[in-house]
């Protein structure tokens, strides 16, 4: 009954959009509670060997009744409806939850799920002593499922041990780590009692992890027997196979003579295997990684914002990962990870190469769209490093004592063509996405009056800094400016580093102080951009932004 009735709805949905009406009731996933909450999910896996409760982590998709707001192109509006809360992040952008079902697989499909051939050749591989890279070589070799290039990999570890500056201790590896690192991937189907599900587009959902489970999924991954998230063909999925990164790093990294770029975040990860083989399975379920996926279903009208920007914090010197800040800023690609398992080596890459246990985020969480944001609550970091993008190197080991710390990935528009980040859509989608990344649930406490024409400074902090000018090609002060305004509107502060560009950061410090100086509000401050974008796409602009700014007010 509840089939039909969803079929008759689901049918009704598709009439109301191909003729611009939206349906007065919504839909709402509630009909199928399984494919929405963890609550029922054991249903899907009868069949398979159950887990302790200690081993199992909160794995849930959130639902919400808000999906009547489905327009998925806002963030390219300034003129939608204001809100000074923000909007609650939306559920689903399917017509209906039916569709979703047809979306195959909704979960990942871990290795003992895929065949009783391809877990047998795992477990048998596994199951072998593996006493040194010569073996290793021959066990990537029979656990070559077509996935990875195992004449790639083979060299990796032979050639990184040795190397005379590499960190990690052979010996340890090959007695202790490596066992710890077989043993995870056979215990798979007895730590994973739940499905992690798949983050799709336009759904606001979580999955939250315990470390035992992340190592678990990241030691199948060193062995290159993950598939890679399919879903629906039109949604797409990065992959998470860290065989990929052995292999790059043998072509870009350790030819160089030392380990470094590629070679040097694959140390930090090797690291990471080390260090947990220190902790035993309780110790690696005391804390919970949180994935989560935010939506803003509704545009800003940014000129009618009368939010006062709130000052900024400038630093010459410092990293975003050691700021005290509560949010630390992922520089990300639209794929989370970026390219850290394919040879990148900057912001994103390295800070999943430190804190590894981001790098499980790239099996269900689908390519960003530009109204969303991808957040990781609590993941560890385990290293540090030196350099940067190819000269980037294992630093030395780091004990976190940093508790409650988001991470949250957000893309910047790519501007290669430098007048594209100047245009309305662009600056628009950028302040957006800024916004939904600093605070999408109003967690800093504003005010719900839209008239004040102050802002309260809550102790919450935003660790940013350079967002998409380096091979995204944004320009320097903009994205200082966009940051600046998206925070202020959710109430948050920047701490911005400039990374010891001392006349950017001098530059900054002013801006920001002239600014708060005289009330300016965030939109007289986006019409300014907004006018000095339009001059430059006209070439009529005959100074820098912060000029033109301190020329308006």
Known sequence: AARVSLLAAAHLRRLCVSHRYIPLVPIRPCIFPRFFSSSSSSSSRQSLPRASSSHQGVITIMGNSNSNSSNNNSSNSDSSAHHDRPPSPVSSSFSSPLELLNVE?????????????????????????????????????????????????????????NMPDHKVDRTRFFETALPRIQQLVLDMPTIFKENIPLLYPQMSGRVVLTPLQAACLLSSSFFGVLSPSRGNSQYAFPSCDLSQLWGVSTILGLPQGEVRGPAGIAECILHYFDRITERTDDELQQRRIVFERHVLPQGIDWRKSERVVIPATVHLEGTIEDSDAHVHADFANQYLGGGVLSGGCVQEEILFGIKPECLVGMLFCAKMEPNESISIS??????????????????????????NVKIVAMDAVVSQVKSIQWSRASIVRDLHKAYIAFDYNNSSGRGTDDTTTTTTITTQMVATGHWGCGAFGGDKQLKFIEQLMAASEAGCRL???????????????????????????????????????????NDKSECDLFDFIRSHF
């Open 495 to 537: 701490a911005y580093y400039a990374f010891g560009e001392k006349d950017i950061c001098d530059q900054m410090q002013q801006i920001q102080t002239y600014l708060h100086d005289r009330n300016v509000t965030v939109g007289t401050l986006y019409a300014c951009t907004r006018e000095y974008g339009d001059r430059v796409l």
């Open 105 to 161: 697989p909704h979960y990942v499909k871990l290795p003992f799920e895929e065949g009783d051939d391809k877990w047998s050749r795992i477990t048998k591989a596994l199951s072998q002593r593996i006493p040194d890279p010569e073996a290793l070589d021959a066990t990537f070799e029979e656990l070559n499922f077509g996935t990875s290039n195992a004449s790639n990999i083979m060299p990796f570890f032979k050639q990184y041990f």
């Open 378 to 403: 609590n993941a560890e970091q385990f290293a540090t490093y030196t350099g940067y993008g190819r000269k980037v190197k294992f630093g030395k080991p780091f004990l976190d004592t940093k508790q």
